[in-house]
């Protein structure tokens, strides 16, 4: 049984295609579309799920949209209602275009489907799963814990049709949802509002926000509980809506928002100050507290000792490290794609073992490594000599190197303090490169920080790096026993990894102190000693697991710094071609495509372009 899974029309379109339950192919159309959180239907998205899977529409069981549009529409036409002004003289005229939009879905879905297989019969085969139950099953059914054992559920994100916060219990191939929170009190709605009010935008600039709130002080967070949210003791939340303006879809924040916390919000590219840094730490502190009391209540209620997570704020790595140090659940997975594209996943997953019976017999799903994400790599690949066509299609010149070759070319770059492009195999789905479309770099030294977030990805320079370490060595570099493959969660680098700061360094302040000798890995370690981890075993990435052993032979260093192959703004290449252009317009000195290595220098300058011009900044 084939089934097709759909995210779209809000952002972060997606596909992906599960094959008797098993993940077959994943994707998010920015990739191929290349307009990053790209919300149309995802049609290279869809392509590409039937071509890996060689079939054509009419081949597919079920299509299953993640949400349910009249649900939705229903939610949006009553706050639209409840805040709209009095004495409108025409009912359909005054109803802004989105909530037309969200009514007409399910005939944009037939439209754009049909495309794909004039001959598929919508009749009884076009699903629609709830939004929170979508994200629920991308949590469990690919987790390890699925069909061994039963876990906690608990999704979080802006908002869905309704729900915002969802709490279920996974059982065998069963799924059955506890408890929700309803629209318009939402933790991701609430970290957005805190992302908009620092200058960043809603939606993408989320990760600044966390990345922010090392540098900054708590001390707003006692305000933030006694006037903008009501938090109880099992996590469940209030939200006074004096303060926000997101129900009539305009603005998150308000003016008495920004005179509550005594400053207006900060103009995008505006100076960031310490006061925006003590607000993200602030807001970053009651997420933490609320995310770690939901999970505590959901143990005590299900008595699970596995939780697993998706939605929006599942992203959030410093409150998952948090949940799972807190120990209510003995053991965490997050779904690595928690965010909407996700929902394409979870729909299809939804729609195997909840609508059409799930496997023949227990136990029927088999994973790959740990879980059955297969490491995240559902994206598109290229064959070798496909890598080699496309380059030279594009006036690349390269070196083809045997597999040995390859990785010492390439360690002994890094050990120069080169940059690499890393380019093989299946692309990620969900948000984060991990080491298969990814710039790699030496974390040893401070200045690569910089120089990274500079010169290659033309990004703001307080936002930190995140390390991949092989999963074998990450208790000897990190606070931190297990597996992390998603970088999905923070720990400190480990205390004799540390380094005392001299007094010149101990000087430093504000966004300077992320220049400082922290650790050994500086370039990967944040202010406060924390990293976001990825762990990185031999078996779901073979040769990212070998170069790190190579990198570590030459340098007794088993840590790599890992950021997206992009720059800001853009999504992650896709292609060969994608990788050559991004190679080009930034400062990458080396680019490894399959088996094809290039150096920059042995480039047609004239092939060099403004990169960053073409991309606008998130
Ligand atoms: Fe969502």
Same mark, same amino acid.
């Given at each position: ?154 999704? %979080? ?94 603005? %998150? ?55 697993? %997570? ?309």
């Amino acid at each position: 049984m084939r089934i097709l899974g759909i995210s779209a029309f809000y952002h972060d379109s997606a596909a992906a295609l599960v094959r008797d339950g098993q993940i077959v192919a994943a994707a998010q159309e920015e990739r191929f579309s290349r307009r990053k959180h790209d919300a149309r239907f995802p049609r290279h998205a869809v392509s590409y799920c039937l071509e890996r899977e060689g079939v054509p529409l009419e081949a597919i069981d079920y299509v299953v949209f993640y949400e349910k549009p009249f649900l939705k529409f229903e939610r949006l036409l009553e706050t639209y209602l409840a805040f709209a002004p009095h004495g409108l003289r025409s009912f359909a005229m005054a109803l802004p275009l989105w909530i037309r939009e969200k009514l007409f879905q399910r005939k944009l879905l037939r439209n754009a489907l049909r495309g794909f297989g004039p001959g598929f019969d919508f009749e009884g085969r076009l699903l629609f799963a709830e939004h929170h139950l979508s994200h629920a099953a991308s949590a469990y059914y690919p987790s390890p814990f699925a069909m061994n054992q039963a876990a906690a559920v608990l999704t %979080m994100d802006g908002v869905g049709e309704w729900a915002t916060t969802s709490a279920a219990m996974g059982r065998g191939n069963r799924l059955e949802v506890l408890r929700e929170i309803h629209f318009p009190h939402s933790l991701g709605l609430f970290y957005s509002a805190f992302t908009y009010y620092a200058g960043f935008r809603v939606n993408s600039g989320e990760y600044k926000l966390m990345g922010l709130a090392p540098y900054g002080d708590p001390k707003y967070a006692g305000l933030i509980r006694d006037r903008l949210i009501d938090v109880k003791e099992d996590g469940s939340f209030h939200l006074d809506l004096d303060y926000f303006d997101y129900c009539t879809g305009l603005a %998150m924040t308000n003016r008495r928002f920004e005179e509550l916390l005594g400053a207006p919000r900060r103009p995008a590219e505006g100076k960031l100050t310490q006061h925006y840094a003590d607000v993200a730490a602030s807001a970053q502190a009651v997420v933490d507290e609320i995310v770690v009391r939901l999970a505590r209540s959901l143990a005590a209620e299900t008595g699970a000792e596995a939780l697993c %997570m998706a939605g929006g704020v599942a992203l959030n790595c410093v409150a998952n490290a948090k949940v799972l140090r807190d120990g209510a659940f003995r053991r965490l997975w997050i779904q690595p794609a928690a965010g909407d594209a996700g929902g394409a996943l979870g729909a299809a997953l939804a729609g195997f073992h909840l609508y059409a019976g799930g496997p023949d017999r227990p136990g029927g799903l088999s994973y790959c490594g740990s879980d059955g994400m297969q490491g995240a790599f559902l994206g598109p690949d290229f064959a070798q000599p496909e890598i080699e066509q496309r380059l030279r299609n594009v006036g690349a010149r390269f070196t083809v190197l045997p597999e040995e070759a390859l990785l010492d070319s390439c360690a002994a770059a890094l050990d120069r303090q080169q940059v690499l492009g890393w380019f093989q195999g299946r692309m990620e789905f969900g948000p984060r490169a991990l080491g298969n479309r990814s710039i790699l770099a030496d974390p040893r030294q401070a200045a690569m920080q910089s120089e990274l977030n500079l010169k290659v990805k033309f990004r703001e320079s307080f936002r930190p790096f995140a390390p991949a370490v092989l999963r074998e060595d990450v208790s000897d570099w990190f606070e931190f026993e297990g597996d992390s493959p998603y970088m999905l969660l923070v720990a400190g680098v480990a205390e004799r990894r540390r380094r005392p700061l001299t007094e010149d360094e101990r000087a430093l302040k504000g966004f300077d102190a992320l220049r400082a000798m922290r650790s050994e890995v500086p370039a990967v370690t944040h202010v406060d000693y924390s990293a976001r981890l990825q762990t990185v075993d031999r078996e779901t990435n073979p040769r990212f697991h070998a170069l790190l052993s190579r990198f570590k032979q030459r340098t007794g260093c088993p840590v790599l710094v890992n950021t997206s192959f992009n720059i800001r703004g853009e999504p992650i290449v896709c292609t060969p071609e994608d990788a050559f252009r991004c190679f080009m317009g930034t400062r990458i000195d080396w680019l490894a495509i399959g088996d094809c290595l290039l150096r920059k220098e042995e480039q047609d300058a004239s092939l060099q372009s403004n990169y960053a011009a073409t991309v606008a900044p998130d």
